[in-house]
Antibody, heavy 123, light 109 residues
Framework: EVQLVESGGGLVQSGRSLRLSCAASGFTFDDYAMYWVRQAPGKGLEWVSGISWNSDSIGYADSVKGRFTISRDNAKNSLYLQMNSLRPEDTAFYYC????????????????WGQGTLVTVSS | QSVLTQPPSVSGAPGQRVTISCTGSFSNIGAGYDVHWYQQLPGTAPKLLIYGYSNRPSGVPDRFSGSKSGTSASLAISGLQAEDEADYYCQSYDSRSYVFGTGTKVTVL
């Protein structure tokens, strides 16, 4: 069974940094693109970033470009999101998600999703 | 700001059929990019419901179906059940970015 477990969320002051992790199991991690998607409390979904299976292709939403960095360690079956210069509007549940297609990334979809980790940025 | 527009809410009695629209433009759905649908039950993570407009992952009941027309897509739920009460989101691709719909809350009366 595919499992994605996020960690690293918490309360942080505006302008500070936080690093999220996503531990993957139940599949060959280094064959699949991975993503981060966030959801502000009571709001809709927003794609944050994505990384290809071999880290050759990386993309970011305009709202986080230049502040967030996605990375992966295939040896540790882990996905990361380094978040710098955090703002109150970054407050959200952050979900990691897997692209279900073998070694593909562009124009994908998200399946499955982790349970999410909450990031709260205070002003 | 979402580029895919959905109605904020739809409702129906048990057993009825409801549809949720997802209206895009020529830079996303109209450009031929696929549309996918997710169901988010209260307090849980989203779950894939439909991919590639009309394909159901294993385990998703055939009461759920998807379609496309021009720059829009639709999700239909037939034989509405109490456990279908949830938020539903469409998702596509636009300008090198993944985009979601505004979300629709389905209420079972």
């Amino acid at each position: 069974e595919v499992q994605l477990v996020e960690s690293g969320g918490g309360l942080v002051q505006s302008g500070r940094s936080l690093r999220l992790s996503c531990a993957a199991s139940g599949f060959t991690f280094d064959d699949y693109a991975m993503y981060w998607v966030r959801q502000a409390p009571g709001k809709g979904l927003e794609w944050v970033s994505g990384i290809s299976w071999n880290s050759d292709s990386i993309g970011y939403a305009d709202s986080v470009k230049g502040r967030f960095t996605i990375s992966r360690d295939n040896a540790k079956n882990s996905l990361y999101l380094q978040m710098n210069s955090l703002r109150p509007e970054d407050t959200a549940f952050y979900y990691c998600a897997k692209d279900p297609r073998y070694r593909a990334m562009i124009m994908g979809w998200f399946d499955p999703w982790g349970q999410g980790t909450l990031v709260t940025v205070s002003s | 700001q979402s580029v895919l527009t959905q109605p904020p809410s739809v409702s129906g009695a048990p057993g009825q059929r409801v549809t949720i629209s997802c209206t895009g433009s020529f830079s996303n759905i109209g450009a031929g990019y696929d549309v996918h649908w997710y169901q988010q039950l209260p307090g849980t993570a989203p779950k894939l419901l439909i991919y590639g407009y009309s394909n159901r992952p294993s385990g998703v009941p055939d009461r759920f179906s998807g379609s496309k027309s021009g720059t829009s897509a639709s999700l239909a739920i037939s034989g509405l059940q109490a456990e279908d009460e949830a938020d539903y989101y469409c998702q596509s691709y636009d300008s090198r970015s993944y985009v979601f719909g505004t979300g629709t809350k389905v209420t079972v009366l």
